[in-house]
């Protein structure tokens, strides 16, 4: 999609059923059509007690005053009826349009936002797209639900009205559009103006956004730091300034209605003196002069709408530009096409003068070489911010790598389906996520159709079952928001079931034991005796009695593989490793 309106290319996105918009078009086209009828027949009542049987519905062949009265009431009465049908019908149709496209859309950037690269999320804000996935999403759905039936019924006022006026009097007609071009070129200056004022106000309504998404989720440090009043004036901050972008976007806005109501005063005065005029000299039958004054009025007010329209709309185009950043991201990670069958995985792993630096420019690493065989459990340590964790990062491609070659089994990972590659490799991350639903949801996640013997098994490799029995209702309790009704040691063990359930070959365990206390780790460490001959075991440690037994143990330094080796050895050689024992 290349549009250059940004409106135009998030509808693109989600394109509603042709049908049901031609549907929801004739509706608020018959509405408007029956709206505007009653008028004419006001001047068609006055011709009644006007002309009486010299009327025109005389001529219809209904010569009795009081007859033709009733049959004016009688058709007006039938198109309010109709008015009101098609009312509800275009109102129920429009609605659901905008719906629908709410619920594509919001799907869609859904999606597309956890498609995007690791990257992206360094330098955009989870209450950013919270606002955009959210805020400006609904934002749409309201210039869509009701927008498009207001340019519609004002585009047929414009049509038929026009037609009607200069159909009576050409005269009348011109000094009742008269003030029509400086209304529109008013709507044109207020729409530059709102433009940039609503683009103010969705940036402040983001941050405000995030501010409280990200207090919320830090309660425990605010309570235990007794900084509530801090956070108070914080937020006050932030809201003061979306209050004032919206108060001064506000300002402008109603600023408009007025400036447009003295220019329809004016259109409305000419044809109401001149409309007069005509009357008096006789050029004009007094029945259609007091249509005319009532058609007047109900063709010049419509135009205030414009407001409301520009007002949606600016603020609907400022949401769409959020949102065509996202759906039209570009993806720096590219899946490769050769497929992988995960059982068929050796596991062995090899980096090749490796370098990468983040998007700040700051280099992690350069020309890093290592292997690591199929089915060896292997640790990497180091000081905190060494790189421990990117070079797993690297291996599941959150990132590529800016130089340099990783392979899998002797294949390089960018040529291979980033799904295969990613379903080859369990990662026990020391940030754990937990989602909504039972104990068993959270370890079969991401392996739905796990058996609950499977879940059980994973949960006792995992040294959670013991726990997970003694809850109220074991592996159907409910899990709370975050898991804030487990301890941080029980979400870590769910988490490394979580790992085993996929049964993967290369499972990534990222400070996956931090959280344990020293009898479950040790517990949990005889436990993985068991997965060592199957699959390729990777520990990233601070605490360094998690990984005296393992294979090599790769010790990160300064972004370089500083030494290597197994424990004793490296003890032995009294470097880094060594010191960092010691300490």
């Known amino acids: 999609?290349?549009?250059?309106?940004?409106?135009?290319?998030?509808?693109?996105?989600a394109v509603p059923s042709s049908g049901r918009v031609i549907f929801a078009s004739a509706c608020s086209v018959l509405n408007k059509l029956c709206d505007i009828v009653p008028e004419l027949l006001?001047?068609?009542?006055?011709?009644?007690?006007?002309?009486?049987?010299?009327?025109?519905?005389?001529?219809?062949?209904?010569?009795?005053?009081?007859?033709?009265?009733?049959?004016v009431g009688s058709l007006t009465a039938l198109l309010w009826i109709f008015e009101s049908i098609f009312e509800y019908f275009y109102l129920i149709a429009w609605r659901k349009i905008a719906h629908d496209i709410q619920h594509g859309l919001r799907l869609k950037t859904f999606s597309k936002v956890q498609t995007l690269d690791m990257a992206y999320f360094e330098n955009t804000s989870s209450g950013a797209l919270l606002s955009v996935i959210q805020e400006d999403i609904n934002q749409l759905e309201q210039f869509l639900g009701?927008?498009?039936?207001?340019?519609?019924?004002?585009?047929?006022?414009?049509?038929?009205?026009?037609?009607?006026?200069?159909?009576?009097?050409?005269?009348?007609?011109?000094?009742?559009?008269?003030?029509?071009p400086f209304v529109i070129g008013i709507s044109y200056y207020f729409q530059r103006k709102l433009a940039f004022l609503y683009e103010v106000v969705r940036i402040?309504?983001?941050?405000?956004?995030?501010?409280?998404?990200?207090?919320?989720?830090?309660?425990?440090?605010?309570k235990s730091y007794l900084t509530e009043s801090y956070e108070v004036e914080r937020l006050r901050t932030e809201s003061n300034a979306y209050t004032q972008a919206s108060a001064e976007a506000h300002a402008v806005t109603s600023l408009y209605i007025p400036i447009v109501r003295m220019a329809i005063m004016v259109g409305f005065i000419?044809?109401?003196?001149?409309?007069?005029?005509?009357?008096?000299?006789?050029?004009?039958?007094?029945?259609?002069?007091?249509?005319?004054?009532f058609l007047t009025q109900r063709f010049l007010w419509p135009f205030t709408s414009i407001t409301t329209i520009t007002d949606m709309y600016e603020r609907s185009l400022a949401s769409a530009k959020r949102l065509v950043e996202i759906l039209e991201a570009a993806h720096t990670i590219q899946s490769g096409a050769n497929h992988l069958s995960s059982p068929a995985v050796r596991g062995a792993i090899t980096f090749k003068n490796v370098s990468f630096s983040y998007s700040n420019g700051v280099p992690v690493f350069k020309n890093i070489t290592f292997e690591i065989p199929a089915k060896k459990t292997v640790a990497f340590v180091g000081a905190t911010g060494s790189g421990k964790s990117t070079i797993m990062k690297l291996l599941l491609r959150f990132y590529d790598a800016t130089a340099g070659i990783i392979l899998l089994d002797g294949q390089d990972i960018k040529t291979l389906q980033l799904d295969d590659l990613r379903h080859s490799v369990a990662f026990v991350s020391q940030d754990v996520y937990m989602v909504e639903g039972t104990i068993a949801d959270n370890i079969a996640y991401g392996?739905?159709?796990?058996?609950?013997?499977?879940?059980?098994?994973?949960?006792?490799?995992?040294?959670?079952?013991?726990?997970?029995?003694?809850?109220?209702?074991?592996?159907?309790?409910h899990v709370s928001e975050y898991g804030k009704n487990l301890s941080g040691g029980q979400r870590q063990r769910l988490s490394i079931a979580r790992a085993l359930i996929r049964k993967s070959p290369i499972i990534i365990f990222d400070e996956a034991t931090s959280a344990l206390d020293n009898e479950t780790e040790a517990a949990f460490k005889q436990s993985m005796q068991s997965?060592?001959?199957?699959?390729?075991?990777?520990?990233?440690?601070h605490r360094l009695s998690t990984v005296r037994s393992v294979d090599t143990i790769f010790v990160v330094e300064n972004g370089v593989i500083a030494e290597q080796g197994n424990h004793q050895d490296l003890l032995e050689e009294n470097g880094q490793y060594a010191r960092l024992w010691n300490a």
């Open 204 to 222: 402040a309504a983001a941050r405000l956004t995030g501010h409280i998404a990200y207090r919320l989720q830090g309660i425990v440090t605010i």
């Open 1 to 13: 999609m290349n549009y250059k309106n940004p409106l135009l290319c998030v509808i693109g996105h």
């Open 447 to 477: 392996t739905f159709d796990a058996s609950r013997e499977s879940i059980i098994q994973a949960a006792q490799i995992a040294q959670a079952h013991d726990f997970i029995k003694d809850l109220p209702q074991g592996y159907d309790t």
């Open 146 to 180: 009701q927008g498009a039936n207001e340019i519609i019924q004002l585009t047929v006022n414009v049509i038929v009205m026009g037609l009607l006026f200069f159909s009576l009097s050409p005269m009348l007609a011109l000094l009742t559009i008269l003030p029509i």
């Open 531 to 541: 997965l060592r001959k199957d699959h390729t075991l990777i520990l990233i440690a």
């Open 270 to 293: 000419s044809s109401l003196i001149m409309g007069g005029v005509y009357a008096l000299q006789g050029t004009m039958p007094i029945h259609w002069y007091a249509a005319l004054v």
């Open 42 to 71: 006001i001047g068609m009542a006055i011709d009644v007690v006007v002309n009486q049987d010299h009327s025109f519905i005389s001529k219809l062949g209904i010569s009795n005053p009081f007859f033709q009265l009733y049959f």
